[in-house]
């Protein structure tokens, strides 16, 4: 029977969890929605974002039920972490890796380890539960493939992720099931569980990403690492770190390893260190130069394609996000970064208040995060705005992010008040627009004059009949199929402003809001 549940609840938990470490009451309930999903499903989503805990909640899940468990992660430098957090959550495991066989009941193993050669076929049969981390990783036909030999055979599948939504429009839902459990970073901020950002939008000048914006899914890495080593844009990066970093944890973004090397001889001819670590340094190296910005050796560290994922370093206090994108997964793993709370400031606070408090009197009150844009300010780069309103619309979103550029430091709360200010601002606008509307539309009507005639309704129809207009219908978007002449002003000036909108729709659109620009005014 899965995840049976023991009377003696006292006793009834199969781990043993360290007296240091205490289960949330949001960790609490995201277990027992899985559980209850699962009871009558094969397989469904937990979505928690960076920080809230992820590997704690899949320990009790791994803990409460009978049989084999694999604990599948994205990539190979993330099974020796996730071996040893699920240890000292009370949870004995094996890693499944190069020459490293598991003989446990509970196993760790990436993709590529299980893959290879199809060691996974060794644990069919008696695995019963697999929870995938960063589900929305390796979202690959093989990989999808291999869960689905595990799930015909009985085993019940959980991905977990602090990202849900996919640039490819296959959704994680389609394979895995429905969403047990939903829980943002700012639900977690507004809760006291995670560290509040204070953001800035840092424009660049010379950088102009308008010319690769209607490509689908993200930037082609390459033409944006290319963009971002050019010598104005590094100049840009190095000046914005030097000036704001303040000796403290800082981790850097970078597009490519040219920018990153680039950025850091530019810091270094102005007096700050930083390390360098990318994926295709040899593991010894990589560790040395991580070693260098936990030691405090250096305050500063550049990250290309390593610190996305998985990276745990609470005392990080600056986040610069200088490497463009227009994927909210990406740009949430590095956001993430920053949100954990020191360790220690959070024991013993029960309530909201007493954690925000903690926070607020701990050495880390607060995080910043630079988001780094370029010059177009078109609306499909994502910064910090996307991660703490995501439900803005696009017009909305363009009109906060106008504000936010105009202010320094925003806090979430200064978001939310701009946001209020905008929604307010936008529906005086609109309603003082239909009031014009109205009145010249009374005034139409009082001017207008009218004709009747006569005619047979049993008769034929007239030979002459009045030339109908032409009505144009949106091609694509989410107006689709609708008339252009019922689309908002403001979304018409959008598209055409962030969009090259051409042929009939474009010539429509266009004419469209000449007319009402020539009709208010």
């Not at 992720?161 to 839902?173: E, F, H, Q």
Request: with cysteine.
């Amino acid at each position: 029977m899965l995840f049976p549940e023991l009377a003696d609840k006292k006793s009834s938990s199969v781990i043993k969890k360290p007296k240091s470490f205490q289960f949330r009451e949001y960790q609490s309930q995201c277990s027992q929605a899985v559980r209850d999903t699962l009871q009558s499903a094969s397989g469904c989503l937990a979505i928690l974002a960076t920080g809230l805990g992820k590997t704690e909640i899949a320990a009790d899940l791994i803990g409460r039920q009978q049989g084999g468990s694999l604990y599948i992660v994205p990539l190979k430098d993330l099974c020796r972490q996730a071996s040893e957090r699920l240890r000292l959550r009370g949870v004995p495991c094996g890693v499944e890796q190069g020459a490293l066989r598991s003989s446990e009941q509970v196993t760790v193993a990436c993709y590529a380890s299980l893959l290879s050669r199809n060691r996974y076929q060794n644990f069919i049969g008696g695995t019963r539960l697999i929870i995938v981390d960063e589900s929305h990783m390796n979202f690959t036909p093989r990989s999808l493939a291999m869960l689905q030999q595990f799930r015909e055979d009985g085993c019940k599948i959980v991905g977990m992720t602090a990202s849900p939504d996919r640039l490819t429009g296959d959704p994680l839902t389609a394979f895995y099931g429905d969403i047990a459990f939903n829980y943002s970073i700012a639900e977690g901020v507004r809760d006291g569980w995670l560290v509040p950002p204070r953001l800035w939008l840092t424009v660049a000048g010379a950088l102009d990403l308008s010319k690769y914006k209607s490509g689908f899914g993200d930037y082609s890495s390459k033409e944006v690492s290319q963009i971002m080593a050019h010598e104005s844009n590094v100049q840009t990066v190095c000046q914005l770190v030097e000036t704001t970093h303040e000796g403290q944890s800082s981790l850097v973004f970078c597009s490519g390893i040219f920018q990153a090397q680039a950025v850091q001889e530019g810091l270094q001819r102005r007096g700050v260190e930083a390390a360098i670590v990318h994926s295709r340094m040899e593991d010894d190296e990589r560790k040395r130069n991580l070693d260098l910005f936990e030691n405090g050796d250096v305050s500063v560290v550049l990250n290309i394609g390593c610190l996305t994922l998985g990276y745990d370093f609470p005392p990080i206090k600056k986040v610069y996000l200088c490497k463009p994108t227009k994927s909210r997964n990406k740009y949430i793993q590095m956001f993430g970064r920053g949100t954990r709370a020191l360790p220690g400031v959070l024991d013993g606070a029960e309530t909201i208040e007493d954690r925000k408090a903690a926070i607020a009197k701990s050495d880390k009150p607060f995080f910043e995060v630079y988001d780094l844009t370029d010059a177009s300010r078109h609306c499909d780069l994502q910064t910090g705005l996307s991660v703490m309103r995501p439900e803005l619309d696009p017009a909305l979103a363009r009109r906060v992010r106008k504000r936010q550029e105009a202010q320094v430091g925003l806090t979430a709360a200064n978001v939310d008040e701009i946001v209020e200010e905008e929604i307010r601002a936008a529906a005086s606008e609109a309603a003082a627009l239909h009031a014009l509307d109205a009145s010249r539309r009374a005034a139409l009507v009082a001017n207008g004059q009218m004709r009747h005639y006569e005619r047979d309704a049993f008769g034929e129809a007239d030979a002459q009949r009045p030339k109908s207009k032409n009505i144009y219908n949106m091609t694509f978007g989410k107006y689709k199929g609708r008339p252009i002449k019922e689309l908002k002003t403001g979304y018409i000036r959008w598209l055409l402003d962030n969009y090259p909108v051409k042929g009939t729709t474009g010539d429509a659109l266009r004419k469209e809001l000449g007319k009402r620009k020539n009709f208010f005014g």
